[in-house]
C-alpha cells in the first residue's frame, strides 16, 4: 500500500483493440475489415478487489486478458498492471501476475502434477524453502494430496482445474487472472474452487479478476461486476446495480387470505400471474421507481395479506437479458 | 518499478544471477522432457528405431542414386558420402535441440504459446527448451557412421587446418541448421497452415544439403547456397576437405566461411521470429 490511497493493480485508459481480417480470398483480399474487440475500455482495479469480468462470447473478455497480461499490444489507449506495461515488461510482470486459462492448460500432460509445480517453481526462481511451503499450503487447501504422483492426463477435470489453479498461484502472484476456471466443473467442484479462491483472498489479499459464465461464480466471488458489450464496458458496479441498469425487477409474492381479483394498476408494478383463484399473486415491480413497503401498503389497501415473499432479480436472468440485446444488434 | 515487499512477492529473489542459476529452469524442463520420453521405454524404443530407418533410407537413396550413375556433378558415392555424413550429423544434432520449434503452429493452436507469455522467460528460449528429441540420436549414430566411413574411404592429406576445418563446419552447420528451424517458426506466426512451406525449406534444405550442389541450376544456387545457406553446411566445406575443383557460383574459399552463413541465417531467422511475434502480438508486425 502506498501512502496516498489504494494500490492499483490495473490500470486502462481507452483501452482499444482492433483485429483487422483480411475480406475475401487470394489477390483480392488486399481490402481488409476492422473487428473492434475492445473499445475504450476505462478500467481501475486495486488491490483486494474482487471483480467479475463478465459478458457473452466474442463480447471482448479475452482479448482484455492478453492485453493485460502482455499477450496483445493494445491498439490505443493504455494499460498498466501492477505499475507496469504489460508487454514491454512482460517477464517482470510474470512474477506478479498469475492466470488460469480454463480451455489450456500450463501443466505438462505427461508429468506427475507434483512434478509440473517443481519445473514452475523453478522457473520462477522460488527458493526450495518457500516454493515447498507454498506447495504445501496449496495442496491442502485444494485437496490435492491424493493425485500428487498422477501424471496430469489422468486427472479428471475437476482435479486438473484445481492443479491448474494452484500451478498459477505458487509463485504469490497478487493479481490472479481466471478465464473460466469452472466451465465444465461439476457442482461439488465448483464450491471446492470457489471456497479456496476466498481462503486465497482473505489470506493473502490477492486481487482477483474472473471472467466466468457461471453466475454462482460471480455470486460468491466479486463485490464488482464489470459488464461488457461490443468490447464497451456498460455496466461497472455491485450486482444489484447492474439488475438495475438492465432494468430487471425485483418481486413481490404475496398469499392473501381470500380469493382476490388480480392486483393490477398498482403505480410502478405490474401484475405477473395469479395462483389459486387470486390466493397467491405475483408483483413484479421496479425497485427504482417504488418501495417494497409502498407495493405492499398498495396491496394491503385491496385485500388482508396472510405472508409474503420478495424474490430478488436472478442473476442468471439479468445477465440473459443483457445478453439477448447485444445478440439482437449484431 | 515494483518491489518485492509492495507486490508481496517474497518469494522471488531480486539478486544477480550466475550462469548456473540462470539456466535452471530450463534445465529441469528438459531433464523432465528427457525422463518422460524414456519413461514409455516400448515407446522410446520405436521412435529410436524409426529414427534410424529414417536416417539409413536417405542414406540408401544417395547410394542408390550414384549406384546408377557413379559420377555425378564430379563426385563419386565416397565422397559424396562425406558430404552427407557432415549435413546428416549436424542436421541430426539441430533437430535433436530444434527440431520441435517448427511445430509453432500446434502450439499456437493449443494455446501454448500464450502460456509461455506468462512465465518469466525469453518467448525463443521458452520454446526452444521446452522439448527435446532423443530420438534424433539415432538418425545423428547414422550419420555420424557416414562420416567416419567418409572420412576412411576418401584420401584427404590430413593436416591440423583440415581437422579445424571439419570441426567448424560441423558446429558451423548444426547452428546454421537451427537458424533455418527458428525462422520457420517465425513464418508460421503469419501463415496459418505455414509448416508446407516451412517445410520445403527445413526438410527440402536438409536434403539439398546433402546432395552434389554443382549440378543445381542459378535459382537453386541462390536459394540453397545463400539465402538458405544449405550447401555451405557439408557440400563446399567437402570440396576444400578433397580438394576438389568448385562449381560455378560456388568458390571452394567459401568452404571456410562457414560460421559467417551460420550468423547470417541465425540473423535471418531472429529477424522472422521477431517480426512473427509482433504480428502474433499485432504491434503493427
Not at chain 1, 13 to 30: H, M, N
Amino acid at each position: 500500500m502506498s501512502i496516498d490511497g489504494p494500490d492499483i493493480v490495473i490500470e486502462t485508459t481507452g483501452l482499444t483493440r482492433v483485429f483487422t481480417r483480411r475480406a475475401g480470398r487470394g489477390l483480392r483480399s488486399l481490402r481488409r475489415t476492422a473487428l473492434t474487440a475492445v473499445d475504450d475500455l476505462t478500467l481501475r482495479v486495486d488491490a483486494g478487489e474482487a471483480v467479475g469480468y463478465i459478458g457473452a462470447n466474442g463480447a471482448g473478455k479475452s482479448t482484455t486478458i492478453k492485453m493485460l497480461v502482455g499477450i496483445l499490444v493494445p491498439s490505443a489507449g493504455s494499460v498498466r498492471t501492477c505499475g507496469l506495461d504489460p508487454v514491454r515488461d512482460r517477464r517482470i510482470l510474470a512474477r506478479h501476475v498469475g492466470v488460469v486459462f480454463g480451455q489450456r492448460s500450463q501443466l505438462w500432460w505427461d508429468l506427475p502434477v507434483r512434478e509440473s509445480f517443481a519445473i514452475l517453481a523453478a522457473i520462477h526462481r522460488l527458493r526450495p524453502s518457500d516454493a515447498t511451503a507454498r506447495e504445501e499450503e496449496l495442496v491442502a487447501r485444494l485437496e490435492m494430496g491424493g493425485y500428487l504422483d498422477t501424471p496430469v492426463r489422468q486427472l479428471s477435470l475437476g482435479q486438473r482445474m484445481r492443479a491448474e489453479v494452484a500451478a498459477a498461484l505458487l509463485h504469490r502472484p497478487r493479481l490472479v487472472i481466471l478465464d473460466e476456471p469452472t466451465i465444465g466443473l461439476d457442482v461439488l467442484s465448483k464450491q471446492r474452487l470457489r471456497q479456496f479462491l476466498l481462503a486465497e483472498r482473505a489470506a493473502h489479499g490477492t486481487t482477483l479478476l474472473l471472467t466466468t459464465h457461471d453466475m454462482g461464480d460471480i455470486e460468491r466471488l466479486c463485490d464488482r461486476v464489470v459488464l461488457v458489450d461490443h468490447g464497451r464496458a456498460v455496466h461497472d458496479g455491485d450486482l444489484a446495480g447492474l439488475a438495475r441498469t438492465v432494468g430487471a425487477r425485483r418481486e413481490l409474492v404475496v398469499d392473501l387470505l381470500a380469493p382476490s381479483p388480480d392486483l393490477v394498476g398498482i403505480p410502478h408494478t405490474v401484475h405477473l400471474m395469479s395462483d389459486g383463484g387470486g390466493i397467491r399473486q405475483r408483483l413484479a415491480f421496479d425497485a427504482d421507481a417504488t418501495t417494497a413497503a409502498q407495493v405492499l401498503a398498495a396491496v394491503a389497501s385491496r385485500a388482508e395479506v396472510r405472508d409474503l415473499t420478495i424474490e430478488e432479480p436472478d442473476i442468471e436472468d439479468v445477465v440473459r437479458r443483457v445478453y439477448e440485446a447485444s445478440g439482437r444488434d449484431r | 518499478m515494483v518491489d518485492s515487499s509492495r507486490t508481496g512477492a517474497t518469494a522471488y529473489r531480486p539478486r544477480r544471477l550466475g550462469l548456473a542459476d540462470r539456466s535452471r529452469p530450463y534445465r529441469v524442463v528438459l531433464a523432465s522432457r528427457m525422463r518422460s520420453q524414456r519413461s514409455y521405454r516400448l515407446n522410446f524404443g520405436i521412435d529410436l528405431f524409426s529414427s534410424f530407418v529414417v536416417g539409413f533410407v536417405e542414406l540408401a537413396e544417395v547410394w542408390l542414386l550414384f549406384h546408377n550413375a557413379p559420377v555425378i556433378g564430379g563426385m563419386d558415392f565416397r565422397q559424396i558420402l562425406l558430404v552427407f555424413g557432415i549435413g546428416d550429423l549436424s542436421w541430426s544434432l539441430a533437430s535433436l535441440v530444434f527440431g520441435h520449434v517448427d511445430n509453432l503452429a500446434t502450439y499456437l493452436r493449443l494455446g501454448t504459446l500464450d502460456v509461455f507469455y506468462l512465465r518469466p522467460q525469453p518467448l525463443l528460449l521458452q520454446l526452444v527448451t521446452s522439448d527435446i528429441s532423443l530420438r534424433r540420436l539415432t538418425r545423428a549414430a547414422v550419420g555420424l557412421g557416414a562420416l567416419v566411413v567418409g572420412l576412411r574411404a576418401n584420401d584427404i592429406a590430413w593436416s591440423p587446418t583440415h581437422v579445424a576445418l571439419l570441426l567448424m563446419t560441423l558446429v558451423s552447420a548444426a547452428i546454421t541448421y537451427a537458424g533455418t528451424y527458428v525462422w520457420a517458426a517465425g513464418v508460421q506466426f503469419f501463415v496459418v497452415a505455414g509448416s508446407e512451406l516451412t517445410n520445403s525449406v527445413v526438410y527440402g534444405g536438409r536434403y539439398a544439403a546433402t546432395q552434389v550442389a554443382a549440378v543445381w541450376s542459378a535459382p537453386l544456387t541462390v536459394l540453397f547456397g545463400y539465402v538458405f545457406p544449405m550447401a555451405m553446411t557439408a557440400y563446399v566445406p567437402t570440396l576444400v576437405l578433397l580438394g576438389l575443383p568448385a562449381p560455378a557460383g560456388l568458390p571452394a574459399w567459401l568452404g571456410w566461411c562457414t560460421p559467417v552463413f551460420a550468423v547470417w541465417m541465425w540473423v535471418f531467422g531472429l529477424v522472422m521470429w521477431r517480426s512473427g511475434v509482433r504480428h502474433y502480438q499485432g504491434g503493427g508486425g
